[in-house]
């Protein structure tokens, strides 16, 4: 009688995975996880966009902005990858005309909560590009495929809302996100500023 190969503690998870990975819109109820995962992703920016400095005041800025209908981290922007009713990872989108829009509510409230000068962010996304702009995982559920789960849907999501163009930023330095996007079709357009870090502008053209 042949002997069943065991599998080893990756081969079990990647079946976990494949059985249990569920890409769904996100509800308000994720803001607590989701908060955390937005933080990491986003580093100095998030602070910016929060007005704080100290984590856990990130985090509780952005579980705010997460639970509001209106700016670019509302829940109402975000899919949520769930494996076992755990959210493993996110991808936040929006379109880049509806940008400025949805940082207003941001600005007005850091120029009433801190009389903060600022009139804009720095502009993200072009105004015809669908936006990818922030795509985070859980350390816990890194390298099996989740990241380029999220990223498929929003490109399907793009399409479905009759986008041709979907984009997004990577850091100057960051060589293997940036060979992932490639890998996935995306190239490089062109290199912007955000909060005084360089970014490479990545665009991947949409088919039918």
């Not at 908060?35 to 920016?45: H, K, P, Q, S, T």
């Not at 755990?86 to 600005?107: Q, S």
């Not at 293997?176 to 996007?181: P, Q």
Request: proline share 2%; hydrophobic share 35%; glycine share 6%.
């Amino acid at each position: 009688m042949k002997k069943k190969k065991q599998l080893s503690y990756d081969d079990y998870f990647e079946e976990i995975l494949a059985s249990e990975l569920i890409l769904r819109a996100a509800v308000k109820n994720d803001a607590k996880p989701a908060a955390e995962l937005i933080r990491v992703a986003n580093g100095d920016i998030a602070e910016l966009l929060t007005g704080k400095t100290k984590p856990q005041n990130v985090r509780d800025t952005l579980a705010l902005y997460f639970r509001e209908d209106i700016n670019r981290f509302s829940y109402k922007n975000i899919w949520i990858a769930s494996v076992m009713d755990k959210v493993a990872g996110l991808v936040i989108t929006y379109p880049g005309e509806d940008a400025a829009r949805l940082d207003e509510t941001i600005l007005n409230r850091l120029r009433k909560k801190q009389g903060n000068p600022l009139k804009s962010f720095d502009q993200e996304a072009d105004e015809k590009d669908y936006y990818i702009d922030t795509l985070s995982v859980h350390p816990k559920f890194q390298g099996h495929g989740i990241g380029t789960a999220l990223i498929k849907k929003a490109e399907t999501v793009a399409k479905e809302k009759g986008y041709k163009r979907i984009s997004l930023n990577v850091a100057h330095g960051n060589v293997s996100a940036k060979h992932l996007y490639k890998k996935l079709g995306y190239t490089e357009e062109k290199v912007i500023q955000i909060n005084k870090h360089n970014y490479d502008y990545m665009v991947k053209i949409l088919g039918d």
